[in-house]
Each structure stands twice: as C-alpha cells, then as structure tokens.
C-alpha cells in the first residue's frame, strides 16, 4: 500500500498546533510538539546551551526586515532581540519546522539526550535526534498506519487535485473531530462519504474541487479516484462524474485500485459508467484489469451494456481479454451477449484465440453460443478455426444445434468446413445430425465434394450415414460414390 505525505502547514494550522489543538496534523508533528511542551526531564536539557548557540549564530544579532508578504505577527519580531524570541513557542515553531521540511539545522545539531527510558510521550523528539536530516518515526508509533503519500509535488500541475483532496479530507477530520490521522485508504474513504464534505467544500482551498467536477455530490468519488482508493467512497453518485473526468482518471488507476473501484459499483451504476467510456480509455481499463476483475465485471452486465463494451474495444484487446477470461465467466459473458454481438466478438478473435475461448465453454453452453449467429460471422469462426479444433467443437454441438449450423451455411463454406474434418469428426458429425438435416447438408454440397466426402469415411460408416437418405437424395448422389460404399447400399 502506497502512503502519501500530508501538504505542507499553513500558518492557521501551525498556530492552532501551537496553542495545543491537534486537529488532522501530521503524527510525527503531534509527537514532536508534544516533547517539546512536556516537562523537562532529568538531562533533557543538557543540550541547551549547544541549541541556543546554534540558533544565535544562524542569523545576524539584528534580524533583517521582512518581506511584503510576511505575516503581521512576523514583522514585529525584527526589532527584537533573539535571545527575547527564544521562548518555548520558538523553539516549537524550529522544531515543527524541522519536522515538515526534514531538514537539518544551519549550524549545530540539535539533540536530545536521556539517562533513562525514553517515554512514550517523547517518541518523535527521540527519533528527531536520531535522524536530524529527515524526521523519523518510532516503530509502533500511530504515524505507521498514516493515509497514503500522493506521488509528485505538491506544487506542480498534476498534483494539484491531489493537494486539493488532501485539503479536503484533513478539513473533513477536522470537522467530524478525528485528530489522529491514522486512517488508511479504507478510512479515507470512510472520511469523503461524511456529509462534513459538503461543509468543507462550502469555502477554502478544497472549493476549487467544484470547477472540476461540477457538483459537491460528485466531488467525494472524484477524490477517491484522485488519491487511488481502492473502493468507491458514495457508489451511487458516481455516475454524476463528468465523462472527461472518467475517461482521464479511471485509465491511469494502478490494476488493483481499478479493480477495486469497478467491483464496489452498484449494478445499475458499472453499465453507465462504462458506456460513458472512449474505445481507447475503454480498452486502458480492461487491459489494466486482472483477468478474474475483468471477467467479474463483464459477467455482471447485462447483455446490452455487454455487447456495447465488448463491440467497441478494438479487436487486440478482446483478443487479449476473452481467452484469458476464468471459465465460468467466460461462459456467462458468451452466453449473455446478443447473438449479432457474438458474432461480430468471436469473429475477430485469431485461430488460436478462438479455440481457447470456444473450447473453455462447456458443451452444455456451447449451443447457445452458436445460436442464431449471423451467417457470416458463422462462417468466418467455423473456417478459422484449425481443423482439429474444429472437429472438437462441431462434435460438442446439440444435435439440433449443429444441424441449425450446418445448413445455414453457404454451399462453399459448407465445403470448406466438412472437408478440413478428420475423417473421425466428419463421421461423427454427419452421424449426429438428423435425417433432414443430413440431406439438406449432402445436397446443397457438389455431387463431387459429397462422394468425395464419403470416399474419405470407412465404407461400413459411410453406408450407415448414406442409407439415412431419403430416396431422391441418395439417388441423386449414387454417380458420385465409390463402387465400394455403393455395395453396400440398397438397390
């Protein structure tokens, strides 16, 4: 889980840490101040005089003037001496300083020694000393558990939504009273449902959300995509998410946030979002997908939203989702799909693509799948298939069904696809399909291709399959036939 450092103080929050009330600070910045305002201990202050020669020789006797945008308060202090400003709340305000930066003093080291244990309560002045380039925090400390750290910085243009949630969680801890800040991404969410976020947007920094997204009801769902939350803070208003906004934030999430914020929307609100998807974003999402999230999320739509996803990825991608589907689901999604969407679907799959997904389907599904497939996309699966892999598939078909395939086939088609048969799958084939069915099939095929086609059969299965034939159709094929198989049939 990745962890996200909160923004740098203003000065309001400095000022109230400083008075004592520790709000959503930072842990290690409680810990720190919290040192500093205890009691000193027996050697606590042995380092003392070595701090506040650090501090004079860190700037002239006569401090410079400040800047015209120094705070009030800072530009009384110049005309003061230094040793006047050394009161415990300086050395706090150092010491916070030291903290949110992770900087070291310009001259001397500041530490704190102990001849004894070191209390629970001084825990961040401890690891301080130990650490003086970058404060560290004790294991076990609360801080361990923080809210995750936004990548980049927090003044570049990318990081701005994420500096702008960050306002807007700590102003809602504030608000609802939780001053601990160790929340983690579950608690993060958990702190965007709260009604308090519409109090927090109404003023400050966090109301520049509003411009994004439109509306405060839709700002808590834009923030759990913002900060990477693995679950969806209030499901049912994210489809109030501007599309723009979908198609930029859902596309960069990392695989298992992704996967997360898809499976915890509502069955109403995943079909709405996705058609709200480019081919492009569309086709980022289900490639960032693990393939048991992607087959969760195609298995709960129903059929239309379905087949508008799956007919507007590009053909790479489904060829690289479908087949890497889990059974079972895969067998849901090819059976929920209308039939022009199967179609156009296996289709585009390439041969090896196409006998991974039809042969994961049990045969028990697999004769819906056929059903009432367009003709031509019928004819463009059957002859891509390889040969073997065909026959495995034409064998697994309903009788019914497979005789519905094969006479809706063209006459070439029909040809190529008995004729790429194994002698054992084509007697199987013809074998299973019933009596009309077998004569239609044979007799929509050039007299040569069907004597051909039985001359390729064991002349004992091929008379079986022959004496099937009504009359006038086996009439019609006797020329065609070898004189070994006409032997055997019925004068």
């Not at 579950?186 to 966090?206: D, E």
């Not at 799909?337 to 179609?343: E, Y």
């Not at 399959?465 to 049939?489: D, E, H, Q, V």
């Amino acid at each position: 889980m990745r962890t996200r450092h909160s923004p740098g103080l203003t000065r309001r929050t400095a000022e109230r840490l400083l008075d004592g009330a520790a709000g959503s600070s930072p842990g290690h910045l409680i810990q720190v101040l919290s040192a500093a305002a205890a009691s000193a201990r027996d050697g606590e202050l042995a380092g003392e005089q070595a701090a506040v020669a650090a501090f004079e020789a860190s700037l002239p006797f006569e401090a410079k003037p400040l800047s015209h945008a120094a705070t009030p308060r800072k530009r009384k202090m110049p005309n003061l001496p230094l040793m006047n400003l050394l009161s415990v709340k300086a050395v706090a305000w150092s010491l916070a300083g030291l903290v949110a930066v992770g900087g070291a003093a310009t001259a001397g080291t500041v530490a704190f020694t102990s001849s004894g244990p070191t209390p629970a309560g001084n825990a961040g002045a401890a690891s301080l000393a130990g650490n003086p380039g970058g404060a560290a925090v004790a294991a076990g400390s609360p801080v361990s558990a923080s809210r995750p750290a936004s990548s980049g910085s927090s003044g570049s243009a990318s990081s701005a939504p994420v500096q702008l949630c960050d306002d807007l969680t700590s102003g809602v801890e504030s608000a609802v009273g939780d001053a601990t800040g160790a929340i983690g991404q579950t608690g993060l969410s958990s702190v965007l449902a709260n009604p308090a976020v519409s109090q927090v947007l109404a003023s400050g920094p966090a109301s520049a959300l509003l411009t994004t997204v439109g509306s405060a009801t839709a700002v808590p769902d834009y923030c759990g995509l913002v900060l990477a939350l693995p679950t969806v803070p209030v499901p049912g208003a994210f489809t109030q998410l501007p599309a723009s906004v979908l198609n930029q934030t859902l596309s960069t999430l990392p695989s298992a946030d992704l996967a997360g914020v898809l499976t915890s929307l509502p069955a109403g609100v995943l079909p709405q979002t996705l058609g709200e998807l480019s081919p492009a974003a569309l086709s980022s999402v289900f490639t960032a997908l693990p393939s048991g999230a992607a087959g969760n999320v195609l298995s709960g739509l129903p059929a239309s939203s379905l087949g508008s996803v799956l007919t507007a990825l590009p053909a790479s991608t489904v060829t690289g989702l479908l087949p890497g589907l889990p059974s079972a689901d895969l067998t849901q999604v090819l059976t929920t799909l209308p039939n022009t969407a199967t179609g156009s679907v296996l289709s585009e799959l390439p041969a090896a693509g196409l006998t991974r997904v039809l042969t994961a389907v049990p045969s028990s599904a697999l004769g819906n799948v056929f059903t009432g497939l367009p003709t031509s996309d019928l004819s463009e699966i059957l002859t891509t298939l390889p040969s073997a892999d065909l026959g495995t598939v034409l064998t697994a078909l309903p009788a019914a069904t497979l005789g519905s395939v094969l006479t809706q086939l063209p006459a070439g088609n029909l040809s190529s696809v008995l004729t790429a048969l194994p002698a054992v799958d084509l007697g199987s084939v013809l074998g299973t399909l019933p009596t009309g069915n077998l004569s239609t099939v044979l007799t929509t095929l050039p007299s040569s291709t069907a004597g051909s086609l039985m001359g390729s059969l064991p002349s004992g299965t091929a008379s079986q399959i022959l004496t099937r034939l009504p009359a006038s159709a086996l009439n019609g094929l006797r020329s065609a036939l070898p004189s070994s198989i006409l032997a055997l049939l019925p004068l």
